[in-house]
């Protein structure tokens, strides 16, 4: 499950001048879906899903995460990483690893 802002989608169509309906054609989710995500309503958010949401809004995945780099080049982002994984259970924990699986196979292509 990744953490994302709800608060950043919700900006960022707005910007764009959507609706729900807009972003969801777009991102190729239902309009129930793109609520569900802004209101927190879901509470187990797939990394396609938040994908798609970036895609369709035109950009990268991290625009609309809730945790974000401090310093330079992802500086501490170490330490950040390992408080989340500590604060997760074995199914969190089994799911932050194939995102961050994932994500590696993607920038091999």
């Known amino acids: 499950m990744l953490v994302y802002d709800p608060k950043k ?7 764009k001048d959507w ?9 190729g989710l239902s309009q129930p879906s793109v609520w569900a995500l802004e ?19 035109g950009v990268q995945l991290g625009d609309i995460l809730a945790i974000k780099p ?11 990483i390992k408080s989340i994984y500590d ?3 074995d199914d969190g924990k089994a799911t932050l690893i ?4 994932t ?3 993607k920038k091999r292509r």
């Open 19 to 27: 609706k729900q309906a807009e972003l969801a054609r777009r991102s």
């Open 70 to 80: 401090k310093g330079k080049r992802g500086e501490g982002w170490e330490e950040e």
């Open 39 to 57: 209101h927190r309503r879901t509470i187990l958010v797939k990394f396609e899903t938040l994908e798609a949401i970036a895609g369709a809004l």
């Open 87 to 89: 604060a997760l259970d």
């Open 98 to 101: 194939a995102v961050a699986q």
């Open 103 to 105: 994500l590696l196979n």
């Open 9 to 15: 989608i919700i900006a960022l169509r707005k910007a």
